[in-house]
């Protein structure tokens, strides 16, 4: 099918105000470089780091257990609420050990009067010295008798081993407890620990006390922990050592998902400032200056430290790369370094 010939001039028209135009634009760009800051990419050794996921956990940890059995008559504390040392936790109501003690008390204070009675008796001459003897070991008996019932009655109070947080409750007040009945968690809060498992040949280059960095969610930077405990054997089937790490106060939470970074050499990378890179959805870009123009890269960055980004693809040593590239800066655009 032929077209009328007044289409095909219009199409040639067109298409030359088309080529006018494009043509206009890239004179345009060419006339007005974009003035851009770079940098030189180098090839630089850095340590290797490799991360080992690990749980927060308190040095001190302590399930409350009774002693006794008996009703729980007092449990005013709640979950996540703080106790000091020696405050008060449960009362048991227990009855018979009561019932107990003041029969102990009473046996106290009958020997007690018997061994009056057979000191002066003897001091008469009327009792053989051998039964004040007898008289007096009855006495000795009772008194323990009396101490092993207040020792069991003290059982019915149950206080805090040290300062803390309830984080578990296991019974409410009504409730009959029994000997090994847990009651009660309680975790210190002023020594936390990160506990993890670390690859056995990493694991043979730490020591108690060397410092360790833990990354944890939420803080900006890692914190510096210290290794407190560090097993002298590695489990024969994941080949790995537990490590516990002491967190600083007030970085972290019990139960909180933390990485340990384990240093592990050092390896050549590519840094390059941060500003030079930017995103565009999932996709990480950053323009490199050749010949004289802009030329967008796509590359793959690693890991941040001190305000430099490691590139892991997309670069080489040696190019030049835009910081923190212009909005208007495109593909192809003639830039001019800035001094």
């Known amino acids: 099918m032929r077209l009328p010939f007044q289409l095909l001039l219009l199409s040639v028209v067109l298409s030359g105000m088309s080529c006018r135009r494009t043509e206009s634009a890239g004179t345009m760009a060419d006339s007005n470089p974009v003035t851009v800051h770079t940098t030189v990419v180098a090839a630089e050794s850095v340590p290797t780091v490799i991360e080992v996921p690990a749980t927060v956990r308190p040095a001190q940890r302590a399930v409350i257990s009774a002693k006794l059995t008996g009703t729980i008559a007092t449990l005013p504390w709640g979950l996540g609420q703080e106790v000091r040392e020696g405050d008060l936790l449960v009362t048991l109501a227990v009855p018979e050990t009561e019932a107990r003690v003041r029969q102990a008390q009473a046996q106290l204070a009958e020997a007690s009067r018997a061994a009056e009675r057979e000191r002066t008796l003897v001091a008469k001459g009327v009792n053989a010295p051998d039964a004040q003897r007898d008289a007096e070991d009855r006495l000795r008996f009772a008194q323990a008798q009396l101490a092993e019932a207040e020792a069991l009655l003290a059982h019915a109070s149950i206080h805090a081993p040290f300062a803390g947080v309830v984080t578990e409750k296991q019974v ?83 139960g909180q998902f933390v990485r340990l970074q384990i240093p592990a050499g050092e390896h050549p990378a590519l840094l390059v400032p941060v ?8 996709m990480e870009r950053m323009f490199v200056v050749r010949d004289g123009r802009a030329v967008l890269r796509l590359v793959k960055s690693g890991r941040e430290t001190a305000g430099r980004i490691e590139i892991l693809g997309g670069l080489t040593a040696g190019e030049t790369v835009v910081l923190a590239p212009p909005a208007s800066l495109r593909e192809g655009d003639r830039v001019t370094v800035a001094p």
């Open 275 to 282: 500003e030079a890179l930017s995103r565009f959805g999932q």
């Open 172 to 254: 409410l007040p009504g409730d009959l407890a029994t000997p090994g009945l847990p009651l009660l968690a309680l975790e210190s809060t002023a020594h936390l620990r990160a506990e993890g498992t670390i690859p056995e040949h990493l694991a043979t280059r730490l020591h108690i006390g060397d410092t360790l960095a833990v990354l944890v969610d939420e803080q900006p930077a890692p914190v510096a922990g210290r290794i407190e405990e560090l097993s002298a054997s590695a489990d024969s089937i994941s080949r790995s050592t537990l490590a516990k790490i002491a967190l600083p106060a007030g970085r972290a939470r019990s």
